[in-house]
């Protein structure tokens, strides 16, 4: 599938067959809303649904999945890779646009590599985020021009760097999913509750999580988590 690099004017999309729907996952509200007015404006697209968080997000997918999800990846709760995962193994027909703030090679080609259809920057302009969101509708794949240089040839060809496996990689995508909720301060039983797995299979991920990083405490796995970009430092 061809990559768009460009952005040389205005698009609105043309379906033909009614509004394209989109959900949008975001949990910072006044971004959300900013892009839900944007979005209002424009013709043959309707936003249909909001989340502030990758749970909730999974949610409203289940009951009425839309042609277009705007996927934030760094949210609380349930990540924006393991919301994309579930999402292209239930709704593999559902586009996926990512929009956030991440630059580096690593989280574009794990968001690749998860299938996303797209990966936008949020200080995108209006016109770039329009062009993007015209392309994974109609099948295309598209990344921002500001990072396509850093990782787009290599993608595209085949060609990745092969790199030293860290202590990173062996963390599952599970064990991940459990260290950012108890970065974030869940406990056990809430974490087993929004994961729907039982408070014993919680503890055994923590246990594993905790023996390949070498660390031992909550404050420890919360720094680390925090280096990762699983979560954000508090302020």
Sequence with gaps: MPFILTCGGFFIIMSGMGAKKIVIVEDHRLFREGLKAMLDGI???????????????????RENPPDLLLLDLSMPRLGGISVLNEVKRLHPQVAVLALTIHESDQYVLEAFNAGVNGYCIKDASREELLVAINSVLKGRTYISPGIADNVLEGYIEGRKRMKTRSVWDSITRREREVLKLLAEGYLNREIAEMLHISTKTVEKHRANIMNKLDLHSTAALTSFAIEQGLVEKSS
Excluded: H, R
């Design 43 to 61: 013709k043959d697209l309707e936003v249909v649904g909001e989340a502030e968080d990758g749970l909730e997000a999974l949610d409203i997918l």
